[in-house]
């Protein structure tokens, strides 16, 4: 069952009949979108120290997005968990 982000059309995870691939790193067009919210991140990571506010800042400004961008969502797309994953091991 697929679900939709609360201000997002984006699926969550699309509903699909085949295992989606997990994305094991960021090309360096996409690595050049995600630097452009570096200073933002930063700016909002100094002014919140409570546990947990990083990762919901990075879902609600970045993580829909790059869905958008990429087209992510789309067929063959990656699984989109794994966005976050990717994300965590590679900033």
Same mark, same amino acid.
């Given at each position: 069952? @697929?679900?939709?982000? %609360?201000?997002?059309? =984006?699926? $969550?995870?699309? %509903?699909?009949?085949t295992?989606?691939?997990?994305?094991? %790193?960021?090309t360096?067009?996409?690595?050049?979108? /995600? $630097?452009?919210?570096?200073?933002?991140? $930063?700016?909002?990571?100094?002014?919140? $120290?409570?546990?947990?506010?990083?990762?919901?800042?990075?879902?609600?400004? =970045?993580?829909?997005?790059?869905?958008?961008?990429?087209?992510s969502?789309?067929?063959?797309?990656?699984?989109? @968990? @794994? /966005?976050?994953? =990717?994300?965590?091991?590679?900033?």
């Amino acid at each position: 069952m @697929s679900s939709l982000a %609360a201000d997002s059309d =984006v699926e $969550t995870e699309p %509903a699909t009949t085949t295992e989606r691939p997990i994305q094991k %790193a960021f090309t360096d067009t996409e690595k050049d979108f /995600l $630097t452009k919210f570096i200073d933002e991140y $930063t700016n909002a990571e100094e002014s919140n $120290t409570k546990k947990g506010t990083k990762k919901q800042w990075v879902k609600e400004h =970045v993580y829909y997005k790059y869905i958008a961008e990429f087209k992510s969502d789309g067929p063959g797309g990656p699984n989109l @968990s @794994s /966005l976050f994953e =990717v994300y965590r091991l590679n900033y």
